[in-house]
């Protein structure tokens, strides 16, 4: 079993990590890193918009409270995510957990993506959530695990997907 110090150090990127060993800087608790990082992402989100080239998409809303995510990612014939951007309207905590995630995912296969749980999204966040606040973070998780079974041009073939190759409605006059 992974500590959540450790998971944080394994996903969350180093620069969020706060420089413990100035002897003029006070250790931060746990708790302080997790606030910042979070604020972090909801002021400068990561990859926040439409990208271009995309060939998986999905969004999804939280109806109780409006909190709204769109993720496009561009997957390689492969199956890994080359690249992931989100865009949406909500709370700081709906927000900032959708730039965590395009982050940590961009380079994972899609067997990885699968792996990655509700549980590993929380952890992912940081500070502890009431169930209602849950619902705000994981709706990026939703969106991505609905997002990689969202081709968006499935009759293309790049992807392996179903090609039709007979004539258009408007030549069959």
Not at 92 to 107: C, D, H, K, N, R
């Amino acid at each position: 079993m992974t500590s959540t110090v450790d998971f944080i150090k394994r996903f969350i990127p180093p620069r969020y990590h706060r420089d413990s060993a100035r002897p003029d800087k006070k250790m931060a608790s746990e708790q302080d890193i997790y606030e910042e990082h979070v604020l972090d992402h909801y002021e400068d989100p990561y990859h926040r918009g439409p990208l271009n080239g995309a060939t998986h998409a999905h969004e999804a809303d939280n109806p109780l409270c409006g909190d709204q995510i769109h993720i496009d990612l561009k997957l390689t014939p492969d199956g890994k995510v080359a690249d992931a951007w989100f865009d949406g309207e909500g709370c700081v905590i709906s927000q900032a957990s959708a730039s965590m995630l395009v982050e940590t995912i961009e380079g994972k296969t899609l067997e990885e993506l699968q792996q990655f749980s509700a549980q590993n999204m929380l952890a992912l966040f940081g500070p502890k959530l009431t169930p209602n606040r849950q619902k705000c973070c994981l709706l990026s998780w939703r969106v991505l695990q609905s997002a990689v079974h969202s081709p968006l041009n499935p009759s293309d073939g790049e992807l392996g997907g179903p090609s039709f190759s007979g004539p258009s409605l408007g030549e069959e006059s």
